[in-house]
């Protein structure tokens, strides 16, 4: 009995340490990278209809732009583009990198993500602080 004892503590403090080796391999760089890609897969998901720029200069009134409007749709691509399908097959494009799960570059300025877009799928915020310029684009889909 005194050598079962002594081969199953064996084991078990084999399975004890690979099992601590395999958790203390995974780096904060590792969740962050497939946070990051589940959050790629969920805007890359679905088209969004519904896109408005809105530009907020303190003192002055909001400008919006209207990036997709009716009748168009906007697709994040795997090539690091956003293109934008209007009708008669017309197409314009804004390139994008979702840094983090938390950050995009898009269309060049650098923004930081409002919502969890791996809890939120209908709609992704984006906004960006420079000085007295706050830019904001809400994405929506349908």
Do not use: H
């Amino acid at each position: 009995m005194r050598g079962f004892m002594s081969l199953s503590r064996s084991w078990m403090f084999l399975i004890f340490g690979l099992v601590s080796f395999a958790l203390l391999s995974c780096s904060e760089e590792t969740v962050d990278n497939i946070e990051r890609d589940t959050a790629l897969n969920i805007i890359r998901a679905n088209k969004w209809f519904d896109v408005v720029r809105t530009v907020s200069v303190s003192g002055q009134a909001d400008v919006s732009e209207t990036l997709v409007g009716e009748g168009e749709n906007l697709e994040f691509k795997s090539d690091n583009f956003a293109y934008v399908f209007a009708g008669a097959g017309q197409t314009r494009s804004f390139p994008y990198n979702l840094e983090t799960n938390k950050r995009m570059v898009f269309d060049g300025r650098t923004y930081e993500v409002q919502e969890s877009i791996i809890q939120t799928v209908t709609r992704l915020t984006l906004v960006n602080t420079e000085g007295s310029i706050r830019t904001t684009i809400v994405f929506r889909r349908r």
